[in-house]
């Protein structure tokens, strides 16, 4: 095996883990939002508040602190 076929060989391999991994990212975020989605949807407040997920680290973060801290609409409509 020359220098060339290794090189073209290790760029191959570098390029299908980028690809796996940026793949295993997407489908984590994707499931994130997915899941905060239905949580804020069962909680009584806008659905779309799952995409604060696509913001990178703090976005997850929000949300927790959202569904934590936060009345939920679901909780008034029980009460009263």
């Given amino acids: ?3 060339n076929s290794a090189n073209a060989f290790a ?3 570098a390029g299908g883990f980028l ?3 940026f793949l295993f990212f997407v489908a984590i975020t994707v499931f994130f939002v997915w ?3 239905r949580v804020f949807a069962k909680a009584g407040f806008n659905g779309a508040l799952g995409l ?3 913001i990178p680290t703090i976005g997850p973060l929000v949300c927790l602190i959202v569904l ?4 939920w609409p679901v909780e008034n409509r029980l009460s009263g």
């Fill in 1 to 3: 095996m020359d220098n």
């Fill in 11 to 13: 760029g191959l391999f």
């Fill in 19 to 21: 690809l796996s991994f």
């Fill in 35 to 37: 899941l905060f989605w």
């Fill in 52 to 54: 604060l997920c696509l």
């Fill in 68 to 71: 934590a801290f936060g009345t």
